[in-house]
């Protein structure tokens, strides 16, 4: 990409799998299998180019996690809130362990997450007023024109972790919520496919026979 963007070894690249998988009906969705991987070995195949280190959110079944991520050294990392509250419990591990200035997230049921993420993400953070964005996330359209914004596809600055736990700490929750305290810029994909979430069984089963 010619366009000034954030460099992969400046971003950790985190899986979100630190969910309940109530609408898969409590399974552990990222250990669940498509064309013969777990989507959660999907999405670390697709972050991986895009970041200098790797980590996975997870609650469950950490040596399993943990082995997924041994080619790349990912680290598994466990909510530090109790009673799985949310993205935003993950996200706030992800910017605790992070080395890097960036952290970018992905869902474990997002098997086709674009190759370009990171650097379109990157290249909005850096444009985006002298400061630059501080949060920057994913947006697609459909052919109606309706505007879906995807909140877990996300480029955070990891010096935003103390702030981040102020907001769970006095009881939100809600991603979108925490992301209007601060500066944050929207990038607009063509592909919708690439954000596609898989939730249910029934989804997975009709994926893997197509």
Excluded at 60 to 79: E, I, K
Aim: with cysteine; net charge neutral; aromatic share 6%.
């Amino acid at each position: 990409m010619s366009e000034r963007t954030i460099p992969a070894e400046s971003i950790t690249g985190l899986v979100l799998a630190g969910g309940r998988g109530q609408r898969m009906g409590g399974v552990d969705k990222g250990l669940q299998i498509l064309h013969g991987k777990p989507l959660a070995a999907h999405v670390l195949a697709r972050l991986a180019p895009q970041a200098g280190a790797l980590a996975i959110s997870a609650n469950r079944n950490q040596d399993a996690y943990a082995a997924l991520g041994a080619p790349w050294r990912a680290s598994v990392l466990a909510d530090t809130l109790p009673d799985f509250p949310g993205p935003l419990a993950g996200l706030l591990a992800g910017l605790r362990a992070a080395h890097t200035e960036w952290l970018l997230t992905a869902p474990c049921d997002s098997p086709w997450l674009p190759a370009d993420l990171a650097a379109r993400l990157g290249h909005a953070a850096l444009a985006h007023g002298a400061a630059g964005a501080d949060i920057v996330t994913a947006t697609t359209t459909n052919a109606a024109g309706v505007v879906s914004l995807h909140p877990v596809f996300a480029l955070v600055r990891t010096s935003l972790a103390d702030d981040l736990a102020a907001f769970l700490a006095a009881g939100e929750r809600k991603v979108r919520a925490w992301y209007a305290r601060h500066k944050a810029a929207e990038v607009a994909f063509a592909d919708e496919r690439a954000f596609y979430n898989i939730n249910s069984l029934q989804e997975l089963a009709e994926l893997e026979r197509a």
